[in-house]
């Protein structure tokens, strides 16, 4: 399986962008955004699950990103505003699929997940 991310860029302080995973062939279970910067660890952002639609986000980013899917193109978003310059980072898109699921204490965690895209930059100037 393999996990296409865009939608990266440069962006001024307080504009947003929208980030895109789309998966070949096999049907989500669960879909999630982490990011990274230079020294540290993989941190979470965003999941959400297919059946149901719930989501989770990390308090950080809480009331300025959403996570959303669209089942027919198998592809998972995240949509951010009112970015700030510490949300600059590299940020990946992960996946698990059906039959896999994840339990919902273990959606923030980046061991969960089998299934990763390839990192796409997000710069926020300020």
């Known amino acids: 399986v393999q996990l296409q991310a865009s939608g990266g860029g440069l962006v001024q302080a307080g504009g947003s962008l929208r980030l895109s995973c789309a998966a070949s062939?096999?049907?989500?279970?669960?879909g999630a955004w982490f990011r990274q910067t230079p020294g540290k660890e993989r941190e979470f952002v965003a999941a959400?699950?297919?059946?149901?639609?719930?989501?989770v986000y990390a308090d950080s980013v809480k009331g300025r990103f959403t996570i959303a899917k669209d089942n027919a193109k198998k592809s998972v978003y995240l949509q951010m505003n009112s970015l700030k310059p510490e949300d600059t980072a590299v940020y990946y898109c992960?996946?698990?699929?059906?039959?896999?699921?994840?339990?919902?204490?273990?959606?923030?965690?980046?061991?969960?997940?089998?299934?990763w895209g390839q990192g796409t930059q997000v710069t926020v100037s300020s």
């Open positions: 062939g096999r049907t989500f279970s669960s």
């Open positions: 959400i699950r297919w059946l149901g639609g719930s989501t």
């Open positions: 992960a996946a698990e699929f059906e039959p896999k699921r994840i339990i919902t204490s273990r959606l923030h965690s980046a061991s969960a997940y089998d299934y």
